[in-house]
C-alpha cells in the first residue's frame, strides 16, 4: 500500500524568504502522479502542483517549484518570495497511475503561516 | 468560470436528524468524490462516482449513502448524524480519460456541525 508523510507538522517563515516542505512517500509502482495541494483557513483545497512520476524535469508553478527525487522518493515543494496569502496547510498527495478509483493519498498536512 | 459548488456551506443538524449535502459542478467532469475531512487532519475519502458508477471505500459507515441523479450534481446523505460526524464535507471532482485519472478539483466545502 502505498504511503504518504510529511515529518512537519509546522512551519514558519518570514515574508519575501524562501520556504520549503518536506514530503516522501512510499509505492511499488513506477507511474504515478504527486501533488501539492493548499488550503488556506477558508477550508478550500487549491491545487498548487503536479508532477508525473515519468517526468525527470521538476515542475514548477510561478514561485512554486518542486524537488523530486525517484529513486529517494521525494518530494518537497519550494515557495520562493513568501507571501501573506501563502499561509495556509499544505498537503502532499500521490495517485496511481493504475488504480481503478483516483484515490488520492494524502500526508498529514503541514501547517504554513508566513510572517510579515 | 468552471468551477464545484456545494450547498449549503454550513449545515447544523440534530443526532439523529437526516441531513443531505450537496455538491454540483461546471467542469464536466465524469468523476465525483467525498471526503470527510476533521480539524487539521488530512480528507478521508467515502466514496466516489466515475459516471454513474458507484465506488464505496470499505471503511465508510454505512450510515453515509450518496446519490448521483446527472453527470452535474451529486449528493451526500447522513441517514442518523451521530456527533463524531461532526466535520468539513468536501466535494471533489477529476476527469478520467483513456482509463486515467487527472487531479481532483475541490468545493469550497460544507460544514456540518451535529447538535
Known amino acids: 500500500a502505498q504511503t504518504v508523510t510529511q515529518s512537519q507538522p509546522e512551519m514558519s517563515v518570514q515574508e519575501a524568504e524562501t520556504v520549503t516542505l518536506s514530503c516522501t512517500y512510499d509505492?511499488?509502482?513506477?507511474?504515478?502522479?504527486l501533488f501539492w495541494y493548499k488550503q488556506p483557513p477558508s477550508r478550500q483545497m487549491i491545487l498548487v502542483i503536479r508532477q508525473e512520476a515519468y517526468k525527470q524535469q521538476n515542475a514548477t508553478e510561478n514561485r512554486f517549484s518542486v524537488n523530486f527525487q525517484k529513486a529517494a522518493k521525494s518530494f518537497s515543494l519550494k515557495i520562493s518570495d513568501s507571501q501573506l496569502g501563502d499561509t495556509a496547510m499544505y498537503f502532499c498527495?500521490?495517485?496511481?497511475?493504475?488504480?481503478?478509483?483516483?484515490?488520492?493519498?494524502f500526508g498529514q498536512g503541514t501547517t504554513l503561516q508566513v510572517k510579515p | 468560470d468552471a468551477m464545484v459548488i456545494q450547498n449549503p456551506r454550513y449545515q447544523v443538524t440534530q443526532f439523529g436528524k437526516p441531513v443531505t449535502l450537496s455538491c454540483s459542478q461546471t467542469?464536466?467532469?465524469?468523476?465525483m468524490y467525498w471526503y470527510q475531512q476533521k480539524s487539521s487532519q488530512a480528507p478521508k475519502l467515502l466514496f466516489h462516482y466515475y459516471d454513474k458508477d458507484f465506488n464505496n471505500e470499505a471503511d465508510t459507515p454505512d450510515n453515509f449513502q450518496s446519490r448521483r441523479p446527472n453527470t452535474s450534481f451529486c449528493f451526500l446523505d447522513i441517514r442518523s448524524p451521530g456527533l463524531g460526524d461532526a466535520a468539513m464535507y468536501l466535494c471533489?471532482?477529476?476527469?478520467?480519460?483513456?482509463?486515467?485519472?487527472?487531479?481532483?478539483?475541490f468545493g469550497p466545502g460544507t460544514r456540518l456541525t451535529v447538535l
Open positions: 467542469l464536466n467532469h465524469n468523476v
Open positions: 509505492t511499488s509502482e513506477n507511474n504515478y502522479y
Open positions: 471533489a471532482t477529476s476527469a478520467r480519460t483513456s482509463g486515467r485519472y487527472n487531479e481532483q478539483f
Open positions: 498527495a500521490f495517485m496511481s497511475y493504475s488504480g481503478n478509483t483516483g484515490k488520492l493519498i
